[in-house]
């Protein structure tokens, strides 16, 4: 039964960070031309996708270790449930990436393994906390996509048709957490997770 999960767990990890995510529902840029970008905007643009990138690495890896921590199986469900929706967001946020003419992130398997760890810290404390740490996160990435929605290039409308549907699931995820009985995390850990997240954003958008 533990050999069972270690490959489950691994081979979530292995598909996350080297195979090329699939999407179920249409891409959300599927539909809109490509804007007429000068090659600084082109990489401002690509640097904010990069990011959203990691940030769906990062989900995938938090959701994992929260599954396995988490003691209800009705958590453990709507946990992997929200973490295959996730899914899409890789998938979406990579095509762009590529499409900008970049790369994702050559740290990629360093924010998956810390965001492992914290996904299974968050866990141990118990579902309530559990699920706090996961309505605070979607609250945090929310509020991080509304700023790209301001960032990015007005005309880039492919990359803001990404975000805007990512920012639409993000807010789902957080009601679904408050509703499965999230508790509210204390301020000073809010502030922790908001200043860890601006570490990484920041290393992201270069590399």
């Known amino acids: 039964m533990l050999m069972d999960q270690m490959i489950m767990h691994a081979d979530v990890a292995l598909r996350t960070l080297f195979a090329p995510a699939q999407s179920v529902r249409p891409y959300p840029d599927a539909e809109v031309e490509e804007g007429a970008l000068n090659e600084q905007e082109k990489k401002h643009a ?9 940030g769906e690495v990062c989900a995938q890896a938090l959701y994992e270790g929260q599954a396995i921590t988490a003691r209800s199986e009705h958590n453990k469900t709507a ?18 990436v590529h499409q ?5 992130s050559l740290l990629n398997p360093l924010w998956y393994a810390s965001s492992f760890a914290i996904g299974v810290g968050a866990g141990l404390l118990g579902d309530k906390w559990n699920l ?4 605070e ?22 990359s803001r048709a990404i975000v805007m549907q990512m920012k639409e699931d993000e807010m789902h995820h957080a009601h679904m957490a408050h509703d499965c009985g999230a508790a509210k995390l204390p301020q000073p850990v809010k502030v922790f997770m908001a200043l860890s997240s601006k570490v990484m954003t920041s290393i992201s958008y270069h590399i």
Not at 46 to 54: A, E, F, T
């Open 137 to 158: 996160t979607e609250n945090q990435v929310t509020a991080h996509l509304q700023q790209h929605l301001t960032q990015l290039p007005l005309q880039d409308a492919k």
């Open 46 to 54: 690509l640097g904010l996708m990069r990011v959203n990138h990691v």
């Open 79 to 96: 946990l992997r449930t929200a973490a295959q929706e996730e899914v899409e967001h890789l998938a979406w946020t990579a095509r762009r």
């Open 100 to 104: 900008l003419g970049g790369q994702t």
């Open 132 to 135: 706090g740490f996961l309505e």
